[in-house]
């Protein structure tokens, strides 16, 4: 699964329907934002709108992922059922990496405040005991923050 070309086929199929961005995005319901960022291969379009998007382009889910027309008569080891709940699977696990990361980001951020006060004594130990103390505040409100949207984006999904 290439983005990139997915991106250019759902460019290119959009335009042999004759429709603009803007008007893919209103018969999906979301932002031509979305629509750009997809055909410019920075993201995948969302397993919920993906059965939509195949029919308003009339492609099928694998050519979708595959970023190019299919031989009718290929035969493909998955439906399209199965294949949206492969999609939908990556993009939890993608969300899972994010939460691990921003737990991680925590923890690592409350040891450096943890062992900033035990560096100190002379001007230079001083200097490195702000700096721990900083950039650990600064790594946990970063852990905070990718938790928040990973635990808001959970909630949200259909």
């Given amino acids: 699964m290439n983005q990139i070309s997915t991106g250019t086929f759902i460019a290119r199929k959009r335009k042999e329907a004759n429709l603009t961005q803007a008007q893919l995005a209103e018969h999906l319901g979301i932002s031509s934002k979305s629509v750009s ?8 379009p969302d397993y919920a709108v993906v059965t939509e998007l195949c029919e308003i382009l009339g492609i099928t889910v694998s050519e979708l992922l595959d970023g190019e027309e299919n031989e009718r008569e290929n ?7 199965q ?3 492969m999609l939908a699977r990556i993009q ?16 690592m951020g409350i040891a450096l405040l943890t062992l900033s006060p035990l560096v100190g004594g ?27 949207r990973s635990i808001f984006e959970y909630l949200v999904q259909p």
């Fill in 122 to 148: 002379a001007s230079l130990t001083d200097f490195f005991s702000g700096a721990l103390s900083r950039i650990g505040a600064g790594v946990v409100l970063i852990g905070v923050f990718l938790a928040t």
């Fill in 75 to 81: 035969l493909r080891l998955y439906d399209n059922d």
């Fill in 37 to 44: 960022k997809w055909e410019r291969g920075k993201c995948m």
């Fill in 83 to 85: 294949m949206l709940e």
């Fill in 92 to 107: 939890r696990l993608e969300s899972q990496r994010i939460t691990i990361i921003a737990i991680a980001l925590i923890v």
